[in-house]
T-cell receptor
Framework: GAGVSQSPSNKVTEKGKDVELRCDPI?????LYWYRQSLGQGLEFLIY????????KSGLPSDRFSAERTGGSVSTLTIQRTQQEDSAVYLC??????????FGPGTRLTVL | QKEVEQNSGPLSVPEGAIASLNCTYS??????FFWYRQYSGKSPELIMF????GDKEDGRFTAQLNKASQYVSLLIRDSQPSDSATYLC???????????FGRGTSLIVHP
């Protein structure tokens, strides 16, 4: 079956612009996670969805970051007024409950 | 703050040797543990999970869990250059569904 997909794979934007990153989880996976990984660094947790609700948004670094999930499936991470420090790889993962996570290929965001 | 800690390495082993990767955790309530492999420029992929004390073997990989000492390890037998990657340990902590990831250990297997 299909794995987790993310789009775009690469995004280059100018400082101050808004960007939307999309994640399509594995069908039937109720849990969806967003992470950020800067070059050579570990995974930074951003937000977790169980179904369409986000019980834990504690990792969002600022109010410029928001995310939503519709139909218990696709999720969009939006970054408003991007800054250079937002440059990173944004990873999405899905799982059945609290089980093992399956990661998408990531979106590499570069803010000029 | 519930933590999962790993030595960042790099751990360098010769081809054919056993690579031993270790992870310690602070939350005594943690029940499940996952090992992910991440090649450079790629996303993490699950290679092992373990829930019970003791050993779990899958091919060349063995995960070991010791809840009393709060550590989990991953052994890779007959290491190959293709095993060279960063290995991430993860566990849901603090009663949360959200896994806490260690920073990863870089493994280099040299011919």
């Amino acid at each position: 079956g299909a794995g987790v997909s993310q789009s775009p794979s690469n995004k280059v934007t100018e400082k101050g612009k808004d960007v939307e990153l999309r994640c399509d989880p594995i069908s039937g996976h109720t849990a969806l996670y967003w992470y950020r990984q800067s070059l050579g660094q570990g995974l930074e947790f951003l937000i977790y969805f169980q179904g369409n609700s986000a019980p834990d948004k504690s990792g969002l670094p600022s109010d410029r970051f928001s995310a939503e999930r519709t139909g218990g499936s696709v999720s969009t991470l939006t970054i408003q007024r991007t800054q250079q420090e937002d440059s990173a790889v944004y990873l999405c993962a899905s799982s059945l409950g609290s089980g093992e996570q399956f990661f998408g290929p990531g979106t590499r965001l570069t803010v000029l | 703050q519930k933590e999962v800690e790993q030595n960042s390495g790099p751990l360098s082993v010769p081809e054919g040797a056993i690579a031993s990767l270790n992870c310690t955790y602070s939350d005594r309530g943690s029940q499940s543990f996952f090992w992910y492999r991440q090649y450079s420029g790629k996303s993490p992929e699950l290679i092992m999970f373990i829930y019970s004390n003791g050993d779990k073997e899958d091919g060349r990989f063995t995960a070991q869990l010791n809840k009393a000492s709060q550590y989990v390890s991953l052994l890779i037998r007959d290491s190959q250059p293709s095993d060279s990657a960063t290995y991430l340990c993860a566990s849901p902590t603090g009663g949360s569904y959200i896994p806490t990831f260690g920073r990863g250990t870089s493994l280099i297997v040299h011919p």
